[in-house]
C-alpha cells in the first residue's frame, strides 16, 4: 500500500475536532504502517532492484502507544508531551533496518505533536492516534484490505 509524505494529519483535525477525512487518514497510514512492502529502486550501477521496508512492528507502535496513553492517565502536560519526540527518536535510531517505517510513523507523528498546544488538542492527538494503532492491527493481522 502506497503512502506519501504529503500525506499528513490535516493540522485541524488536531486543533479543532477530528472528522471522517482523519478516520481516513488513520486507514491509510495504519495500513500502510503494518504490512512489509517493497518499492522499486536502482543501485550505484542503476540496476533495478527492490527495496524492502520494513513494518512498523507492534511492539514498537505499542511502546510509544503505552506512553501516551500514561500521559491521557496522569493528563495533559505540554512540557511531558513534547518529549514524546526524543523518545520516538530514540526508537527510530535503534531501528536495524535503514528503510524501516518507523521512519514514516516519526515523521507524521511529530509533526503531529508540533499542532498540540492545548488539552483539546491532546485529545484530538490521542483519537487519532488511536485510530491508527487499530488499523495497524487489522493490516498487521492481514484482516484489512483495500475495500474495507
Do not use: C
Amino acid at each position: 500500500m502506497a503512502w506519501d509524505r504529503n500525506d499528513l494529519i490535516p493540522q485541524t483535525e488536531i486543533t479543532e475536532k477530528v472528522t471522517q477525512r482523519t478516520v481516513d487518514f488513520a486507514k491509510r497510514f495504519g495500513a500502510y504502517l503494518g504490512k512489509d512492502d517493497r518499492r522499486p529502486s536502482t543501485d550505484r550501477n542503476g540496476r533495478n532492484i527492490e527495496i524492502k521496508e520494513s513494518k512498523l512492528t507492534t511492539s514498537q507502535l505499542r511502546k510509544f502507544f503505552g506512553e501516551v496513553k500514561r500521559q491521557q492517565m496522569s493528563g495533559y502536560d505540554e512540557t511531558d508531551f513534547v518529549l514524546l519526540k526524543p523518545k520516538l527518536a530514540y526508537a527510530v535510531g535503534r531501528a536495524k533496518d535503514a528503510n524501516a517505517k518507523i521512519n514514516d510513523f516519526y515523521f507524521v507523528i511529530s509533526k503531529a505533536i508540533d499542532n498540540v498546544s492545548s488539552e483539546l488538542h491532546f485529545k484530538n492527538f490521542i483519537k487519532v492516534f488511536e485510530a491508527i494503532v487499530a488499523y495497524h492491527k487489522a493490516a498487521e493481522e492481514s484482516k484489512l484490505n483495500d475495500n474495507n
